[in-house]
């Protein structure tokens, strides 16, 4: 076998061995997942989260659930968002987040307008016309 042959197959083997004796999943994705807000509506809490998903060109996706979700190491949760939204710069940059009967939406700068927000640090307005920071 030659040298470099040899080499490859070495390297092959040792990532198997390697693969196989992982404790965690291995789920090969690039999502995070970060709370934003806890928000207190009526008698109900809300929980928005800020997801952000790719390698190299990132989307971002606004979730909103009614219980605390828990993620696991492959940023999976078995909690059910009751309310996803993608965030579409192409629109004009996002300054308001809004929660209106449960369901989420964006409101946007115009797009010549230099000034970018935070999209965890974004305004909230509920339908009860609370805002929170």
Do not use: W
Not at 46 to 55: A, P, Q
Not at 63 to 71: G, N, Q, S, V
Request: glycine letters at 2%; proline letters at 3%; charged letters at 30%.
């Amino acid at each position: 076998m030659r040298p470099g042959k040899f080499a490859t197959v070495l390297f092959v083997f040792a990532l198997l061995i390697l693969v196989s004796c992982s404790k965690r999943d291995d789920c090969f994705i690039a999502d995070s997942v970060e709370k934003i807000k806890e928000i207190h509506i009526n008698d109900t809490i809300y929980f928005v989260y800020l997801r952000i998903s790719g390698f190299n060109e990132k989307e971002y996706f606004y979730e909103l659930y009614d219980i605390a979700p828990k993620f696991n190491d492959c940023v999976k949760t078995e909690a059910k968002a009751i309310s996803n939204l993608h965030v579409d710069t192409s629109e004009g940059k996002p300054i308001t987040l809004m929660i209106k009967n449960e369901k989420l939406s964006l409101l946007f700068s115009k797009k010549n307008e230099a000034t970018a927000v935070d999209l965890k640090e974004i305004f909230i307005e509920t339908n009860n016309r609370q805002p929170f920071y």
